[in-house]
């Protein structure tokens, strides 16, 4: 199930990060407290989802730039909003 696969690691950590700015997904790695492998599957899994993109930047080619989408700050926002209801309760 979808919401499982997205409750399994920290999306809402990974998008609250990136809504700052891009940023090389090393540096992700440590804002979000998960290690290199553990970012890089979070991120190709917002990507297959079309949550962020990445890049590679052009001086450093080995650093592997993650960037929200549009569709990644709605998904946000409604996160956001589902944690409001959550803690006034229904």
């Given at each position: ?27 992700l790695g440590k804002r979000i407290g998960a290690n290199g492998s ?53």
């Amino acid at each position: 199930m979808v919401v499982e696969d997205f409750l399994r690691f920290k999306v809402f950590h990974v998008l609250r990060e990136l809504e700052k700015g891009p940023l090389i997904a090393r540096v992700l790695g440590k804002r979000i407290g998960a290690n290199g492998s553990n970012v890089f599957r979070y991120v190709e899994k917002l990507e297959f989802y079309g949550l962020v993109e990445t890049y590679f930047e052009r001086e450093y080619p080995y650093r592997k730039i993650v960037k929200i989408t549009r569709k990644g700050r709605r998904f946000l926002e409604k996160l956001r909003e589902l944690d409001r209801v959550l803690k006034r309760g229904w």
